[in-house]
């Protein structure tokens, strides 16, 4: 009895936190696992969550799994989310592009600090701990004409005090840039898969359909280049909501960023800061919220690992006539001394 009405009492306050979502330990037929709606990563959280189009980094794990296809080399990205009420976030993402695809692993966090535990009078009797877990691997495979497909299956686990609940999900996605426009089109299918078991319990996954467009375009005058993104949200049990955002990168040092989200009781607008810094890249996102539920800031930093390309200097060196950087061929008389000088660079 205890347990169940510490499962209850924390289901009331997810519920009355995640912005109407589902509560994480959700009623039959409800969706649980509602840390799954909220978004990894400074960056699209500051252009109010208008992603699925965009997607371009490591976050793509949690976005659209297709938008690793758009990721060059080897990246890692971090995030830590301060939310509401002592309740915490983390992101690890980790990807690799290989010659027609990209491979990913990330793994998500959702945990606050102990809940007291107390008897049916009311007597304080312990404390008990919560936490929502995900591990995520997913491959995108590039197409021709600017067109990418992947997939993510994610193990998913919740625990409340000593009770556990976990299960499998799929998210499928695509991207497709239209030519030389500056557009993109994407579009994803998020926490498909059967229901998981709570006690004796069973509720669905927080099944979450997007779609939307992105535009980028340079802007010589004021040298930067400018971007708008804009997608349609729908996920079970809620009404549809619409997600706009844009950014300015200025010479691709700085950018600044802004978002709204429409059909949100307490989560409207939402603002970004960007830093680069030669491979690493700093995002801060900040997220008011109304109802006295005070603000929520995401930090989160990528790095782009450096290159290496020993084989294309091996194929060039072996082969200058075919080689599309005569230049380093020239420079290389065919040891493997000069191929390791030249193997690595920005």
Known sequence: ??????????????????????????AAGEAGFAFLKLGVGARPMGMGSAYVALADDPTALYWNPAGLGAVE???????????????????????????????????????TSEFEKRDDVGNL?????????????????????????GVAVKFIREMIDQETASTVAFDLGAQM??????????????????????ISESFPLPRTLRAGAAFSHAIPSMTGKGTLSAEVRNARGDDSHVHVGGEFEYKERVALRAGAKFGYDDEKMSFGLGLVQHRFHFDYALVPLSSNL??????SSRR???????????RSIQSPSTSSSPS??????????????????P
């Open 125 to 149: 009797v312990g404390h008990f701990g919560f936490n929502d877990f995900a591990v995520t691997g997913a491959f995108a495979h590039r197409f021709p004409h600017q067109a990418r497909a």
């Open 177 to 198: 840039g239209l030519g030389g426009s500056g557009v993109t089109l994407g579009a994803a299918v998020q926490n498909l898969g059967g229901d998981a078991k709570f």
């Open 328 to 345: 380093l061929s020239r420079r290389c008389t065919g040891t493997w001394k000069c191929a390791r000088i030249t193997a690595s660079w």
């Open 1 to 26: 009895m205890r347990r169940l009405l510490a499962s209850i009492v924390l289901s009331l306050a997810l519920l009355g936190l995640t912005l109407k979502a589902p509560a994480a330990h959700a």
């Open 73 to 111: 080399g080897a990246q890692v990205t971090v995030m830590h989310n301060e939310w509401i009420q002592d309740f915490r976030q983390e992101f690890a993402g980790v990807t690799r592009a290989f010659s027609k695809g990209t491979a990913g692993f990330g793994v998500s966090g959702f945990y």
């Open 304 to 314: 782009k690992m450096p290159s290496s390309s020993r084989a294309y200097v091996r």
């Open 294 to 299: 005070g603000t929520t800031s995401r930090k």
